[in-house]
């Protein structure tokens, strides 16, 4: 049975950091591309970020570019999203999410799929 499951999330004020994880199993981790998605209430869920499955080229959505860092851990099937200097318009409930070979933007390609972590951040 695959299980992703996500941690980290919470109530942050506008200029903090908060780093979310998201923990593997049941699958060969090495074998996925793993990426974060996020939906606003009342909007689509859109691409924040993503990485090869040998954890280099990391891509990112232009909004958290500069700011987002994506990073995983093949040893703890682990991936992390370090977000620094949060704004408001980055509230959502944020997934993290698996993709057999290489990674894309679209939602619709990944295989697995987290529940959910909720980011709120307040002005």
């Known amino acids: 049975q695959v299980q992703l499951i996500e941690s980290g999330g919470g109530l942050v004020q506008a200029g903090n950091s908060l780093t979310l994880g998201c923990a593997v199993s049941?699958?060969?981790?090495?074998?996925?591309?793993m990426g974060w998605f996020r939906q606003a209430p009342g909007k689509e869920r859109e691409f924040v970020a993503a990485i090869a499955k040998n954890g280099r080229n990391p891509y990112y959505a232009v909004t958290v570019k500069g700011r987002f860092t994506i990073s995983r851990d093949n040893a703890n099937n682990t991936i992390y999203l370090q977000m620094n200097s949060l704004k408001p318009e980055d509230t959502a409930l944020y997934y993290c999410?698996?993709?057999?070979?290489?990674?894309?933007?679209?939602?619709?390609?990944?295989?697995?799929w987290g529940q959910g972590t909720l980011v709120t951040v307040s002005p």
């Open positions: 999410a698996a993709k057999y070979g290489f990674y894309g933007t679209d939602w619709s390609l990944y295989d697995y």
């Open positions: 049941g699958l060969t981790f090495t074998t996925y591309a």
